[in-house]
């Protein structure tokens, strides 16, 4: 009865999918777990991105990759320096992802952050461990983002990380201006286009160890800009986890 209840108050939706879920399921439906697959094969050492063809969803998770395409980085970081260490996301930004992630994004489904930050810790919990980051810094939005929409999806991500791994979450860094959307833009303007973005807070302390976190990786431009901002702060080392990596060429 009391459940009920709390089904009602509360109800609890597939972040793949959407559907609502009954009481006796798990965080994803039954349907999504085993069509969604996580990133799995080669992939790129500095982002995380993966290495060739991956298998569409539904397909053999192993299917697909071959062994001309096992190279060490990406068609992307062969092309760039980065400023972070290295990073990595559990999905590709794709699909039923992809849909989901809007979703997470702009329609106020602030409660699947619970599933990828539990995602990304399945993925990636040895990795994070022997990174060992003193905190865990959210990509902060504009405040007439967050005013909108009443949150933000990176913070919202790694509150539940911290609460996963046990490392503080902290917001050393706020967002100075707005900056318009990264989609449709060359890697060369996205740079462009988020620099300046980001300014240390007054007098914040600014960790060693740092655990960037952000909903979607493309580029990486909007990283980079937070890790050099965070270094010249004083942080030593930058590494980051996004829910989801776009899959770039090879
Ligand atoms: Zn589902
Ligand atoms: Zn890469």
Not at 120 to 132: L, N
Not at 143 to 171: C, D, F, K
Not at 202 to 209: K, L, S
Request: charged share 25%; aromatic share 8%; net charge positive.
């Amino acid at each position: 009865m009391i459940q009920k209840a709390a089904d009602w108050l509360y109800p609890r939706h597939c972040p793949l999918c959407d559907r609502l879920l009954k009481r006796e399921e798990p965080m994803v439906c039954a349907s999504c777990a085993e069509n969604v697959p996580l990133i799995r094969g080669p992939v790129c050492m500095r982002c995380g991105r993966p290495l060739g063809v991956p298998p569409a969803d539904g397909e053999n998770p192993d299917a697909g990759w071959s062994e001309a395409f096992r190279k060490e980085y990406c068609a992307d970081c062969r092309k760039r320096q980065h400023s972070f260490e290295q990073g990595f996301a559990p999905y590709i930004y794709r699909t039923a992802v992809q849909a989901s992630l809007l979703r997470m994004k702009y329609t106020g489904r602030a409660e699947y952050a619970g599933f990828y930050a539990a995602s990304i810790w399945h993925a990636g919990e040895g990795r994070i461990r022997r990174w060992r980051p003193d905190a865990i810094v959210p990509v902060p939005v504009h405040t007439g983002r967050w005013r909108r929409r009443g949150y933000n999806q990176a913070e919202e991500l790694a509150v539940h990380l911290s609460a996963l791994s046990g490392i503080p979450p902290a917001e050393p860094v706020w967002r100075k201006r707005h900056t318009v959307p990264q989609r449709g833009l060359t890697p060369q303007e996205r740079r462009k286009n988020v620099r300046g973005a980001f300014r240390l807070r007054t007098g914040a302390e600014i960790p060693r160890g740092i655990l960037l976190v952000d909903d979607i990786y493309t580029t990486g431009s909007t990283l980079d800009e937070m890790t050099d901002v965070l270094r010249a702060g004083g942080a030593r080392k930058v590494w980051f986890v996004c829910a989801a990596i776009a899959a770039g060429e090879a």
